[in-house]
């Protein structure tokens, strides 16, 4: 009758560690290298050691509807080539399940898009809430120099899919162009 | 198909108001005043003006389960005799959705209970993140001296339920001891 238990759990804003996380994942260059445009790029990143682009702190609840998931998610500060470091950005499993993200350090962008063919960018900086709707791919793009970090909630049983994401890649990317943060097509 | 677009909005950790909110809400005592146990404090309390116990800033989402409600929710400093100022507390309309409270402000705790019997509270300081499990009804208190201020999110349709809380009372009661806030049994 009762999937889970009342706790509470610091959370550190400047870090973006939280206490006890039930998982911790760090993704590394090698593990994204195909998404950044800069094939030349990303090799010269490799061979001087292979970057943690990204770490996610997590608390992982029943995989119920009613359920809430949350982490605290940390993208570096960083590019290959003239690309920002990204996460590597999925849909949710369950298709019609949003997600929040309150910005808590840093500056960047949320990307998003539709497997239709929109597209979205909400900008992130500290105190900052974005809602990532349901059914929208959403990958987190630091484009400052300190680490960009959020408090994230979704539902329980949203689960991720990062398949179709993964392969066919985003359709907009986020490069410094003059010195800016500029969103471009991403051409295939 | 889309139950809702993109968008991002600034929450304000220190006031707990939020951009552009979709609803305000604001509780004075006169409408809680049968839920402090000191009648005589309330009735004294009311005399010299109707003190807003809490506000609550939302976002409205669609009521769906997979959608995402979120608010800033600010209880003021204060008592009523020995009570603290406390939210008037209550059950998710749909019984198995959780809640997540992040406090930005302040210091206090949430005080939880459930149907059968069980009660829990967890204390409340800022960056700490407080789960509020499915079933387990809720009420904020605030037991330092300013405002105790959470960012919370919560499932599209879990809706709120008054009712029960609101006639029976909640089991336990936080109020002032010795000048430290202590827990103890609400003798009906």
Known sequence: MYASEPFSAAIDRETGTLASP????????????????????????????DPIIYKVYE????ELPGELQWCMSVTMPGKIGRE????KGHFHEVRDTAEIYLCTRGTGYMLMETEDGRTDAQEMRPDVAVYVPARWAHRSINTGDEPLISFCVYPGDAGHDYGSIETAGFRKRIVEIDGKP???????
């Open 182 to 188: 500029a969103i471009i097509d991403n051409k295939p």
């Open 59 to 62: 608390k992982n609840m029943p």
């Open 22 to 49: 039930d998982n911790i994942y760090e993704r590394p260059l090698s593990a994204m290298a195909a998404m950044y445009e800069d094939a030349e790029a990303v090799k010269a990143a490799l061979a001087g050691g």
């Open 84 to 87: 920002y470091f990204m996460t």
